[in-house]
């Protein structure tokens, strides 16, 4: 698999993200703790940016950290 297809971007599902990359679920888990709900129960078919817009979250800093935890 190439750099470009670990890379995690805005526009992919919360359920692909998870899926490819289980180690992000407990990123989902924080962010959802900030956002008053469980991210991955309300919000597994949407995009990461999707999510950002609705519960305003900071787009920026959930992308940083779910690289973070992606290494």
Known sequence: MTRHEQDISPDMVLLDIVRRFP???AVFHAWGERAGEC???QALFDT???V???YGLDLERVMKDLRRANG
């Open 23 to 25: 180690e992000t679920e």
């Open 39 to 41: 991210l991955l129960c």
């Open 48 to 50: 990461v940016e999707q």
């Open 52 to 54: 950002s817009l609705r």
